[in-house]
C-alpha cells in the first residue's frame, strides 16, 4: 500500500509528449492521507429473494437483472472476477460533499410548501471529516468502475460544484484526459435561499469512456429544433450560411440539458432525497447503451437508473447501503410492468431483520388460495404502514420467489389487494408472506395450507 501525506495541490507529472503511450497520468490529485491501494474485502453476496414478470413459479432461463444492499467497495471488488471489463454503461449519482444530512420524506397528500410539516425518516449522510475523507471514498470505487467497464462502455459521473472539479482530474487519472467525452450540465429551476451570489441551479455529469472505441447513438436522442429554427429556414435561403439542417430528423442535444427536478415531477416522486428525474437517465442510457446491453448504477438511491433500464430493454445493476433506498426501488420496480427477472441480494451480514409482525387471512375456494392482509404491527417504533406484499406459494425454507405481488403508490390511499394462486394438485404446501412498510422494513409470516 502506497500512502501520501502531501498537503492538497495538483501535481504535474507530464512525461514525453512524443510517447503515444502513458504508463503514467499526466495529472495526479493528492491530498493528506492518499492511499493509492485501499484496503476492499470482496463481499459474499446471498440470494434475498427473486421476482419474475409472469407472477409464476419457473426456474430463471435468462440471467435476472440484480438489486444488491450493501457497501458498494466491497460489492464491486465481489463483482471482478464475473464482470471485469463487461458493464455496458455506468452512470453513477454519489454523495456531492454537502456537508448535509438529507431526509426522506414517508408522509401521504403533504403540502409540498410547507416541509416543516413533513414526515420524514432518515435518508443518507453526505457529512464528511474534510475533503480528504470524501476523496478517500471516491477514488477506490472509481477505480474499481473503470475496470468493470466494457472496451466500448461508458462512464457518467453526476455531482454539482461541491466536488466536480475533484472527479475530473481524478478521472483523467483513472481513464486519461483524452478520455473525457462530454462535460455534461444539467440546468433546473426552483427556489432558492442565497441572496449573496447567483443561484446555483445546475449540477455536472462528467462522461468517459473506456476507449475511443465507446458506443453513442446520437439519433436516439434527437431533439425537435425550435420552432425560431424552423421559422428562420422557411424564410431565408441564406440561413445557416447555406447548410440545412434534416428538420424533420432533428438535433443532437447540446451538452447543457433543462429537464425539471423531481420535485416538480409528482408523477415520479417517491420521497427518497435526491432523486433523479426519469427524463435524465432515459437520454443517458439511449445514447451509451443498445437493448439487452449491462447498465450498473452503485449509488442507485431511489432507483431511478433500474426503472429507465429495464423500460428501455437493458440488463441492469442497482446497488445501495440503505435498506431504504433498496426498498424503494424494489417497489418501484413491482409498480413497473416488469420486463425481465430480479433477484434481490444481501451482502453477508447485512441480512434485514423480521421487524414487522403480520396478521393475515388464508382462505381457501377449491385449488385457490387467497391472502389478505389484516394488520401489521411493528416491532419498534414507530408505527408501521404497508405498502408492499408479496406471496411465495411454494416456499422452500431458503429462497423466496415472489409469486404473487402488490404495491401502493407515493401517493395511492386505502389498503393492498388480496392476492390468489391456483394450485395445480392436492397436497401440503409451505406459503411465506412478505410486507415491506413505508420506512423500508420488512416481516415475514409462514404458514402452511392444505388443498
Known sequence: ?????????????????????????????????????????????????????????????????????????????????????????????????????????????????????????????????????????????????????????????????????????????????????????????????????????????????????????????????????????????????????DLKRGKVPEDWWYFPVVARLHKERTGYPTQKPEGLLKRIILASSKPGDLVADFFSGSGTTAVMADRLGRRWLACDQSQLAIQTTYRRMILEPLRQPIQLLVAEGLEPENELKIDASITREGSEAKIELLGLESLHPPEARAELMEIDWLYNGNLFRSMSYSALGWRKEGGLPVLSYTYPAAGSYPICIQVCDHLGRLGRLLRTIEI
Not at 18 to 33: D, E, F, Y
Not at 46 to 72: F, M, Y
Not at 113 to 123: A, D, F, H, V
Not at 199 to 224: E, G, P, Q
Request: one cysteine or more; glycine letters at 6%; a positive charge.
Open 1 to 245: 500500500m502506497t500512502c501520501l501525506s502531501e498537503s492538497s495541490v495538483i501535481s504535474d507529472t507530464f512525461g514525453s509528449m512524443k510517447s503515444p503511450k502513458k504508463q503514467k497520468p499526466s495529472v495526479r490529485l493528492t491530498w493528506n492521507g492518499r492511499c493509492d491501494q485501499p484496503d476492499a474485502t470482496a463481499a459474499v453476496l446471498n440470494p434475498w429473494c427473486e421476482i419474475h414478470p409472469s407472477q409464476v413459479n419457473k426456474a430463471i432461463d435468462n440471467t435476472p437483472s440484480r438489486l444488491i444492499l450493501g457497501d458498494n467497495l466491497s460489492i464491486m471488488t465481489a463483482l471482478l472476477p464475473e464482470l471485469a471489463g463487461k458493464i455496458d454503461l455506468i452512470y453513477v449519482d454519489p454523495p456531492f460533499l454537502t456537508g448535509k444530512t438529507y431526509a426522506a420524506r414517508i408522509g401521504r397528500n403533504e403540502d409540498s410548501r410547507r416541509p416543516s410539516e413533513w414526515k420524514t425518516t432518515k435518508g443518507y449522510q453526505d457529512t464528511w471529516r474534510d475533503l480528504g475523507a470524501y476523496l478517500d471514498m471516491l477514488y477506490p470505487r472509481l477505480c474499481l468502475m473503470h475496470q468493470l467497464l466494457a472496451p466500448t462502455g461508458t462512464l457518467y459521473l453526476h455531482l454539482d460544484w461541491h466536488a466536480s472539479a475533484y472527479a475530473r482530474v481524478l478521472l483523467d487519472e483513472i481513464f486519461g484526459a483524452e478520455r473525457l467525452l462530454n462535460e455534461i450540465v444539467w440546468v433546473y429551476h426552483g427556489p432558492s435561499p442565497i441572496r449573496s451570489a447567483f443561484n446555483r441551479k445546475h449540477d455536472t455529469i462528467l462522461v468517459y469512456t473506456k476507449s475511443r472505441d465507446n458506443y453513442f447513438d446520437a439519433d436516439a436522442v434527437r431533439v425537435a429544433y425550435n420552432p425560431l429554427t424552423h421559422k428562420t429556414f422557411a424564410s431565408s435561403k441564406k440561413a445557416g450560411f447555406g447548410k440545412i439542417p
